[in-house]
Nanobody, 124 residues
Framework: QLQLVESGGGLVQPGGSLRLSCAAS????????IGWFRQAPGKEREGVSC????????VYKDSVKGRFTISRDNANNTVYLLMNSLKPEDTGVYYC?????????????????WGQGTQVSVSS
């Protein structure tokens, strides 16, 4: 069974950091482009960051550039999203997703597999 599991969410104060993990079972993540998406209450889901398969090219939403870093750990079949300098507007449920194509785009509908999400709350 193909499965993605996110972890690492939580409550953090503005300016704080979190590292989200996306672990896969049943398939090898390094053969997929991986994306991170988030959905805030009452808002549509939006793409945050993604990393390609073979070229490892990364893409970031403008509002997180310089603060978030996406990376792969192939030995552990995991993709991470390191989030620094968090802001209240970063609050939401964060999902990781896998796309069979080698390159990545921040467009949710093209992704084939999704995790259940992990809650990130940024508040003082």
């Amino acid at each position: 069974q193909l499965q993605l599991v996110e972890s690492g969410g939580g409550l953090v104060q503005p300016g704080g950091s979190l590292r989200l993990s996306c672990a896969a079972s049943g398939f090898t993540l390094d053969r997929y482009a991986i994306g991170w998406f988030r959905q805030a209450p009452g808002k549509e889901r939006e793409g945050v960051s993604c990393i390609g398969d073979s070229d490892r090219r990364t893409v970031y939403k403008d509002s997180v550039k310089g603060r978030f870093t996406i990376s792969r750990d192939n030995a552990n079949n995991t993709v991470y999203l390191l989030m620094n300098s968090l802001k209240p507007e970063d609050t939401g449920v964060y999902y990781c997703a896998a796309d069979r194509r080698p390159f990545c785009v921040l467009h949710g509908p093209v992704y084939d597999y999704w995790g259940q999400g992990t809650q990130v709350s940024v508040s003082s």
